[in-house]
């Protein structure tokens, strides 16, 4: 297919405060050590992070990272390789224009997760390839929000532009109607590599000797952490703050500064006790 016939999402950033956030399933699911088998035949480009900055990384996969990629590989074809959670959207489509508008042909390789603003990159494929065990994940707009009923009913209605938006990206690249595709967004659905080959999210199976399992990271358990914390009713900030200060209370039983010694045993009570939380049903 031609990238043309795919739509341009245009919208932009509203303010620097606006940020879409990782659903917590996707995040608690994802398995970041999951990574392409480098062949070295062909340009690549690897989005293999959260979409936007990322608080554990400290940048994440952004469309000033894409763009500097895409401008040293120049029109030459160019392989994707995916595995993200999703992240801010706004950064997810800027990125998804910019492949969408590549002069070469681009194919996406969706290696295990390609979820929220992921999923809308991965539609920018001419060629789309899933493993089997990977899967898509489409849904609404995810932000966390606070404010009165009259400010949170006027977010609902900001918001709705921009899952129509891609709702129409998933419609033209499937063929499946726009309503049918809003339906399967309104409740959160996952494709597995067959189906998602079956209903043209993508276009053929994926090797399996293409992707291996790299090795873990202390960004990834921190990842795993915040999950479950935010599953238990924690807000994000929140989340990441709690497992920073534990982090410093580890760092001062070590002698390097931080928590005091009762500190850092507060600090990992509470992050224990939210642990266990959805363990005692």
Do not use: C
């Amino acid at each position: 297919m031609s990238l043309l016939s795919l739509p341009e999402i245009n919208f932009q950033r509203p303010s620097a405060q606006v940020q879409f956030g990782i659903a917590p399933k996707a995040l608690s699911q994802w398995n970041s050590t999951i990574q392409a088998v480098e062949s070295g035949d062909e340009a690549s480009i690897s989005i293999l992070d959260v979409i936007g900055q990322d608080y554990w990384t400290g940048e994440g996969v952004t469309s000033k990272r894409i763009a500097g990629a895409l401008r040293s590989i120049g029109s030459n074809p160019v392989t994707v390789n995916v595995n993200s959670p999703g992240g801010d959207m706004f950064e997810g489509v800027a990125i998804y224009n910019m492949l969408r508008e590549h002069p070469g042909h681009v194919t996406v390789k969706v290696l295990g997760m390609a979820a929220s603003a992921a999923s809308i990159i991965a539609m920018a494929g001419d060629t789309i390839q899933i493993g089997l065990p990977a899967f898509f994940m489409i849904h609404n707009g995810w932000i966390v929000a606070a404010g009165n009923r009259n400010e949170l009913r006027d977010l609902a209605d900001w918001m709705e532009p921009f899952d129509a938006a891609m709702a129409d990206v998933y419609a033209a690249r499937t063929g499946i109607k726009s309503a049918t595709i809003q339906e399967l967004m309104d409740k959160e659905t996952w494709l597995g590599g067959s189906a998602s080959v079956e209903q043209g999210f993508a276009d053929e199976v994926l090797d399996g000797d293409q992707i291996r399992n790299g090795g873990k990271s202390q960004a990834a358990a921190a990842r795993r952490i915040e999950a479950a914390l935010r599953a238990s009713g924690l807000s994000r900030s929140d989340a990441q703050g709690l497992i920073s200060n534990f982090k410093s209370g580890l760092r001062d039983s070590a002698g390097n500064g931080g928590l005091s010694d009762s500190a850092a045993n507060s600090e990992a009570a509470v992050l224990l006790n939210f642990l266990y939380q959805p363990l005692k049903g």
